[in-house]
């Protein structure tokens, strides 16, 4: 599954999305047109896509969220981003012709809650997957090769600023792995509140 947010002009200012989304009364269904850019897993099967559905609208109240199965087919992958790491997932520039989706909950919504909602989950994603990546990183890789390179005739980790920066960066990242499982079960202990005082009212 992927979340076909960002845009061409449209990165960090997801009010700014332009993709359309038109109602197809002939087929009860909505036809998406337009470009996504920089999507993860841009070749999966389901996409969820945030899109204008309110014409004549410019903020995020015109905004819904949908859903696009691939087997329905009308969207072409434009580029593959060439990148330094995380080769896993594809990184996509999605191109949308006419593209058959359902819409996901109520109109308008798309980015006030839907994204919002969403994001609280990948934002933990990637703390998740930068503490990973750190675990290896400074803590092995690092002072291999600090031990391994020699300069002016001696192992550069007995050189105290590099020395220094290793001995910092490990305190770091156990300090902020804890913080990975403590916030789920901090959003999911808010979720429960949330709803237990919506239905009191």
Known sequence: MSMDLTEPDAGSDLQSVMLKATYDEANNCWRLNGVKRFITNGDANLHLVLARSEEGTKDGRGLSMFIYDKNE??????????????HGSPTCELVYKNAKAELCGDRKLGLIKYVMA????????IAAQSVGLFTSLPTTKGLAYAKDRKQFGKAIIEFPA???ML?????SWMQDAPCCTRLPATLTSTKRWTTLLANAN
Request: net charge positive; hydrophobic share 45%; aromatic share 4%.
């Open 118 to 125: 969403l994001m609280n989950g990948a934002r933990l994603g």
């Open 73 to 86: 087919g009308g969207v072409d992958v434009r580029r593959i981003e060439n990148k330094l790491g995380i």
């Open 162 to 164: 590099v020395y220094d």
């Open 167 to 171: 001995a910092i960066m490990k305190p």
